[in-house]
């Protein structure tokens, strides 16, 4: 029976794909959140050894790997292809952590169920794989790099040995919107507040778990001017008011420094007369916080009365410190770039808000694109944690990426684009931070690019991959690659 060729473009098609999606159901089934890689770091070298790639891994399992071009007598540059292979892992607490994570496709979506998916960046790993083990295409001579704790800090790229790359331009797949073209970054640095704890004791109390739900989070650099709620806050929010009635037994906000934070809980105090006072005082904030989000965000607040009564609680000058730091806290858009319609200049946000023996612990991520603005920032929060009684302290400060007028790399990538989906992408910059600006600065000639499928609710529980973009990125990394291989004089 003779299958018309149609059919034969469907199956390679399906093939062509498989091959990127069964290296991210590999990755999937390996733990790797931040500070957790070694095992997908020792995963990523076994893959080496077995493909007879040289690599190397690093003290910080950062690993590199080397492929020689398959074009035969190739003079050509070296490209690198870069990836970071941790993950933000957040749950909604149906999976455990160490099951790895559970995939489903539905209705051409790539989901994980109950956790986030890993896409960012663990897609552009699955990517970089596929590469490594394709013979069916041309490809220039390539350095791949892996890198570890971007997603706290980029902390691998800051202590990657940059002297081992000798590559002239660099791809970078950890953008989320297909049609856009990254060519520059934010800088940031994170922040650590702590405010000292002084108790309490206190008798006949009633206590209450108050718990904010329903926020939908997200990533503080891409999500940041998308007007949601940031639940910690709404907390110090809601404490500036009822203080003058209510104690405060416990708060805690779990999350990260670079995501808005969307889930908190608070054991308040209060007196039996007091009672229906907090009550109605949270439901007031309730519908006043969903007045505020009913066009960006979703929130409830719960409360539950406790079975026991409450004796231990935080002292009133620990509460106002608090509430001093919650209220004032410059927190979200900042500035906005002037040059660049839609495009978030200077943003602060506040990430956890947890207690740590003694102390209270807030962590937050400043990121611009304007180094004194990102300092004047750093300044403002330096005397407001003193005013506040507490201490301050920073890390992970990061370059930021300039964009470049000439770019080889950017004109070549637009050009292959267009050619096969006939429309030019965007070519725009981030708000958020890149390990390319690392990079940049350790590498003042490097050409650099960064692109990728489109992802939705990144660093969410609700994160998914569209896969027919996966697939047309896969086919136009392929296509990119080929070409810088073939036209040296156009290449970077």
Same mark, same amino acid.
């Given at each position: 029976m003779a299958f018309p060729k149609r059919?034969?473009?469907?199956?390679? *098609?399906?093939?062509?794909?498989?091959?990127?999606?069964?290296?991210?159901?590999?990755?999937?089934?390996?733990?790797?959140? /931040?500070?957790?890689? *070694? %095992?997908?770091?020792?995963?990523?070298?076994?893959?080496?050894? !077995?493909? =007879?790639?040289?690599?190397?891994?690093?003290?910080?399992?950062?690993?590199?790997? !080397? *492929?020689?071009?398959?074009?035969?007598?190739?003079?050509?540059? /070296?490209?690198?292809?870069?990836?970071?292979?941790?993950?933000?892992?957040? #749950?909604?607490?149906?999976?455990?952590y160490e099951d790895g994570l559970l995939l489903e496709e539905k209705?051409?979506?790539?989901?994980?169920?109950? /956790?986030?998916? @890993?896409?960012?960046?663990?897609?552009?790993?699955?990517?970089?794989?596929?590469?490594?083990?394709?013979?069916?295409?041309?490809?220039?001579?390539?350095?791949?790099?892996?890198?570890?704790?971007e997603e706290d800090g980029l902390?691998?790229?800051? @202590?990657?040995?940059?002297?081992?790359?000798?590559?002239?331009?660099?791809?970078?797949?950890?953008?989320?919107?297909?049609?856009?073209?990254?060519?520059?970054?934010? @800088?940031?640095? %994170?922040?650590?507040?702590?405010?000292?704890?002084?108790?309490?004791?206190?008798s006949d109390f009633v206590g209450y778990h108050v718990s904010l739900e329903g926020l939908q989070g997200g990533h503080s650099g891409m999500a940041i001017h998308l007007e949601r709620g940031n639940a910690i806050q709404m907390c110090g929010r809601i404490l500036q008011k009822i203080r003058k009635y209510a104690c405060l037994s416990k708060?805690?906000?779990?999350?990260?420094?670079?995501?808005?934070?969307?889930?908190?809980?608070?054991?308040?105090?209060?007196r039996p007369q007091d009672q229906q006072k907090l009550q109605k005082d949270l439901q007031q904030f309730e519908r006043?916080?969903?007045?505020?989000? =009913?066009?960006?965000?979703?929130?409830s607040i719960a409360v539950k009365e406790l079975p026991s009564s409450v #004796?231990?609680?935080?002292?009133?000058?620990?509460?106002?410190? +608090?509430? &001093?730091?919650?209220?004032?806290?410059?927190? &979200?858009?900042?500035?906005?770039?002037?040059?660049?319609e839609g495009l978030v200049e200077t943003s602060n946000n506040m990430g956890s808000l947890e207690q740590c023996g003694e102390a209270l612990v807030l962590t937050g991520s400043i990121r611009s694109s304007v180094a004194s603005r990102k300092q004047q920032v750093v300044k403002q929060l330096e005397e407001l944690t003193r005013l506040c009684?507490?201490?301050?302290?920073?890390?992970?400060?990061?370059?930021?990426? #300039?964009?470049?007028?000439?770019?080889? +790399?950017?004109?070549?990538?637009?050009?292959?684009?267009?050619?096969?989906?006939?429309?030019?992408?965007?070519?725009?910059?981030?708000?958020?931070?890149?390990?390319c600006g690392y990079f940049a600065q350790a590498m003042p000639d490097l050409d650099i690019l960064s692109f990728g499928p489109d992802l939705h609710f990144v660093h969410t529980v609700k994160e998914s991959a569209d896969l027919a973009s996966v697939e047309r990125m896969w086919k136009f990394l392929r296509e990119l690659l080929a070409t810088l291989a073939n036209h040296i004089e156009t290449s970077c």
């Open positions: 059919f034969y473009h469907m199956v390679r *098609k399906v093939i062509e794909m498989s091959i990127v999606l069964d290296y991210f159901k590999e990755i999937a089934k390996i733990p790797h959140a /931040t500070y957790d890689e *070694k %095992r997908i770091s020792d995963f990523l070298m076994e893959f080496a050894k !077995r493909h =007879q790639l040289e690599a190397e891994q690093d003290e910080m399992y950062n690993v590199i790997m !080397r *492929k020689p071009s398959n074009l035969p007598g190739y003079q050509g540059p /070296t490209v690198i292809l870069q990836a970071h292979m941790d993950m933000v892992y957040v #749950s909604d607490g149906t999976r455990s209705n051409g979506m790539l989901k994980a169920v109950g /956790t986030t998916l @890993g896409a960012d960046n663990g897609m552009a790993v699955a990517y970089y794989l596929a590469v490594l083990a394709s013979e069916d295409f041309y490809y220039p001579n390539l350095e791949v790099v892996f890198t570890v704790q902390r691998g790229a800051a @202590g990657l040995d940059y002297s081992k790359l000798k590559g002239s331009c660099l791809i970078n797949m950890d953008s989320e919107e297909e049609q856009t073209f990254c060519t520059g970054c934010a @800088g940031g640095v %994170r922040t650590h507040i702590k405010l000292p704890v002084q108790d309490q004791s206190v708060i805690q906000c779990k999350g990260h420094a670079n995501v808005i934070s969307r889930d908190a809980s608070m054991v308040l105090a209060v006043e916080f969903q007045q505020e989000l =009913q066009f960006s965000d979703t929130i #004796s231990t609680v935080f002292s009133s000058n620990t509460v106002d410190a +608090l509430v &001093g730091l919650l209220t004032l806290m410059p927190n &979200g858009v900042l500035h906005n770039n002037a040059a660049m009684g507490g201490t301050i302290e920073f890390f992970g400060d990061y370059p930021h990426w #300039s964009y470049r007028k000439d770019s080889p +790399l950017r004109d070549t990538a637009v050009q292959v684009y267009q050619k096969l989906y006939g429309r030019k992408p965007e070519i725009f910059a981030v708000h958020a931070g890149l390990e």
